[in-house]
């Protein structure tokens, strides 16, 4: 028992609904949330050196024991995921203080912003497949009230869109949930796996994953994407950064967390499903990304890329692509984040999407054009950078497992994405000055000192990778060993 | 057109107390008999419906001057500490007790901490419906 735990999902739910009471008041509302921020940051780093000292924390909810309550589960795996989410999460409101506009802000903006991250937080640390869904659903609510804040016209039928196709995703995440607690009698994720190995995984249990894939596939953007540039390029830049960092991977943490822990017993099938659906997604998300000329597109076709990237490695499924996953996982997070709150500055000050438009940028900010370089290359996973580890060592585990023809596709598909990046940076950077507009941000020093602080922790993630190991080979064994979870959750 | 209805206006004027009235029995009934915040929330949202249906906007703001989008987030707030209530006395988040109190007229009551969390969500369900509701009505852009 553990209270800790629930911390970082209360910090957030409490902090949106206090935040309710002052939506006139705009500088009691920053100072509430930029301190709320930051003590998640301080917590989430606890949990992360707690769990790193004594195992697994379990917090079993009014007392109830699992498999007969709720039961929140911090493995290192979910704890890091969590330290990440709340660093986003804090990078993301200090840049919204400058960028977002009175308007939004008085409509209940930061609020919305915390539910998102309370739901976050909850999906992470939930050990409940039913309370996954009501986190996903909070998570989501609170993404649907983000997309539509402001009312343009490209906002309101890109929300339409976005809002359909969550709603038949979770419809079918209800049915797979009823499916399975027909199938195994039980919810808590712990005692599933029990229960499932028990029974061995046969054919209906195979169907349940494999529509449980589709769910996950639908939210996190792997192969069933379609719905995913048009609706992140509607919302300001800090929403879309929120949701390219923090969306897409809760739906990816939820695929890994269901086929280590539950559905690990046929990997000759739904492994291999998911290894397909990865080499597609790498593919549609790298032709996405040199295809588009302008910046959100390009972004969010690269947030597509990346998923598929994850997802191969976790079809891999050795040590090593599962150690290369938890780390690729906290660069993603990290790498998109920036990458598109540079983009909302660079948007912002060029006056257009558009990079026939742009150019010059450099001669009027030079610290941002090297900035989004750095980060450019950190993305694509140039050696001193974050993006390398993780890359280095899916792409090894991929060899190890024996898919070369899909390794050989994740390396052709760090060229394209280097070609993506380059072609913005190239296109807005240099050339002659084009005044396209004057920049609705006058001054984007608080902007440029928030993405330089993410930028020097993606920095950080990949020179001191000496020191994140330990955390990342800690969480990649209870991916690779679902007892320790099992016996962490049910043995008390 | 402002029309006046008598039979309608006069009904409502005793309805809503007898519904009122039912929607609390039903928040208290939820612990031991079907019922709860959820519903009960519901059944008092309807009484103001039908209040709202029969008199207009402005004179039911008058004798309720809530602002409904507060009641529902004070409703959150109130559940929620109830969960962080039990973190003071380092048991698992949303423990509950309860206890039996002899109180005058109703004798031996069971008094719950859950009914705390249940008026939370009461709140929070009258205060959302009745937010949805008045914000579409006095849309007239």
Redesign the interface.
């Known amino acids: 028992m553990n209270n800790m735990v629930v911390l970082p999902l209360l910090i957030p739910l409490f902090t949106a609904v206090m935040l309710i009471f002052f939506h006139k008041r705009l500088t009691i509302q920053r100072w509430i949330s930029g301190v709320s921020s930051l003590a998640s940051v301080f917590v989430s780093v606890w949990i992360v050196l707690e769990v790193r000292e004594e195992g697994i924390q379990t917090l079993h909810m009014g007392g109830w024991l699992p498999p007969y309550g709720i039961v929140f589960v911090a493995d290192m795996f979910a704890s890091l995921l969590v330290l990440t989410t709340s660093v986003v999460s804090a990078a993301c409101l200090f840049y919204a203080f400058r960028s977002i506009g009175a308007d939004r802000e008085r409509n209940h903006f930061y609020s919305f912003v915390h539910f998102l991250i309370a739901g976050v937080m909850g999906s992470f640390l939930t050990g409940d497949l039913f309370n996954l869904f009501v986190c996903f659903e909070v998570m989501l609510i609170a993404s649907y009230a983000l997309i539509v804040l402001g009312g343009t016209r490209r906002q309101l039928r890109e929300t339409l869109k976005y809002i359909l196709i969550n709603i038949v995703s979770s419809t079918l995440f209800v049915a797979a949930v009823a499916y399975l607690y027909a199938a195994a009698g039980t919810l808590n994720m712990a005692h599933l796996s029990v229960r499932v190995a028990e029974a061995g995984q046969g054919g209906i249990m195979t169907v349940i994953a494999v529509l449980f894939l589709i769910v996950f596939s639908l939210k996190a953007g792997l192969f069933l994407f379609f719905w995913l540039p048009g609706s992140y390029g509607a919302p300001p830049a800090v929403v879309a950064a929120l949701y390219g960092a923090l969306l897409t991977k809760v739906g990816l943490y939820a695929i890994i967390r269901m086929f280590t822990l539950v559905f690990y017993h046929e990997p000759g099938f739904t492994h291999t499903i998911i290894g397909w659906m990865a080499a597609a997604t790498m593919i549609l998300g790298g032709i996405g990304a040199i295809a588009y000329k302008d910046v959100s597109r390009i972004l969010s076709y690269n947030v597509i890329a990346g998923v598929g990237f994850i997802a191969f490695g976790l079809a891999a499924a050795n040590r090593t692509a599962l150690e290369g996953v938890i780390y690729y996982l906290m660069h993603d997070m990290l790498i998109k984040a920036l990458l598109f709150l540079l983009g909302g500055i660079i948007v912002a000050l060029a006056g257009t999407d558009k990079l026939q438009q742009m150019g010059g940028l450099i001669t009027r900010n030079p610290l941002l054009g090297w900035m989004f370089f750095i980060s450019a290359l950190a993305m694509v996973g140039v050696p001193p950078l974050s993006g390398f580890i993780g890359k280095l060592l899916i792409v090894q585990g991929g060899l190890e497992s024996g898919f070369y023809w899909t390794t050989g596709i994740s390396l052709a598909l760090s060229l394209l994405l280097l070609t993506s990046m380059l072609n913005i940076f190239m296109n807005a950077f240099w050339g002659e000055e084009k005044m396209a507009g004057d920049g609705i941000w006058k001054s984007p020093r608080l902007l440029l000192v928030v993405s330089a602080a993410l930028l020097i922790l993606v920095i950080f993630l990949g020179v001191g990778a000496e020191w994140v190991d330990p955390y990342v080979s800690q969480a990649a064994d209870v991916l690779l060993d679902a007892q320790l979870y099992i016996d962490a959750v049910l043995k008390e | 057109m402002k029309f006046t209805d008598v039979f309608l206006q006069t009904a409502t004027k005793t309805l809503v107390f007898i519904i009122m009235t039912f929607s609390i029995y039903i928040l208290f009934a939820g612990h031991h008999n079907p019922g709860g915040g959820f519903i009960g929330g519901l059944i008092t949202a309807s009484a103001l419906v039908l209040l709202y249906i029969a008199f207009d906007l402005q004179s039911v703001r008058d004798i309720i001057p809530f602002n409904f989008?507060?009641l529902?987030?004070a409703g959150?707030?109130i559940s929620?500490l109830t969960?962080?209530a039990?973190?003071l006395f380092?048991?698992?988040?949303?423990?509950?007790t309860f206890t039996y109190v002899y109180l005058p007229l109703l004798g031996k009551t069971e008094l719950a901490s859950a009914v705390i969390f249940d008026l939370g969500v009461y709140m929070t369900v009258l205060g959302t419906t009745m937010t949805i509701i008045t914000s579409i009505s006095e849309d007239e852009k």
Do not use: E, M, W
């Open positions: 989008n507060k529902a987030a959150v707030i929620v969960g962080t039990s973190l380092n048991v698992p988040f949303l423990s509950q």
